[in-house]
């Protein structure tokens, strides 16, 4: 009598699990982040986490100087008049290179031919290091 019980209840759950629908949809992919595609409302939230776990803060605006700001803004002009004074000098109306020493405070500036080639050594006063640049002559 158990077993036929236990059939019973075997054939009902077979009856059950094979008779029933399944009822499945296709697996897709969606991003979340809108710059990706994703759903444009959650813009919001994304640069809200962002920007709690950014931990840089910008100056306050008061601490900015303004005459530190146009100082340094002259001095950037200044140089960059001196830098083209420079490069006048050294190079011709006609794009030929002076040959000759040139000396800037920081770094001595030695133009020289070499057969075929120009060949400009830059040497740092201050650390001694030598840069070496050859240019092909084209003269």
């Known amino acids: 009598m158990k077993k036929k019980i236990l059939q019973a209840i075997g054939a009902m759950l077979a009856v059950g699990f094979l008779g029933s629908q399944v009822w499945a949809g296709e697996m897709a992919y969606a991003p979340v982040n809108p710059n990706f595609g994703g759903n444009p409302f959650n813009a919001t939230p994304l640069l809200s986490n962002a920007g709690a776990q950014n931990g840089f803060e910008a100056p306050p605006r008061e601490s900015?100087?303004?005459?530190?700001?146009?100082?340094?803004?002259?001095?950037?002009?200044?140089?960059?008049?001196?830098?083209?004074?420079?490069?006048?000098?050294?190079?011709?109306?006609?794009?030929s290179f002076e040959v000759g020493t040139f000396v800037t405070g920081v770094n001595t500036i030695v133009v020289e031919e070499a057969g075929n080639e120009l060949i400009v050594t830059i040497t740092n006063n201050a650390t001694g290091e030598i840069s070496v640049i050859r240019v092909p002559n084209l003269n």
């Open 64 to 95: 900015r100087n303004s005459a530190a700001d146009f100082a340094e803004r002259l001095d950037r002009a200044i140089l960059s008049r001196l830098s083209r004074s420079i490069t006048n000098n050294i190079v011709n109306d006609d794009g």
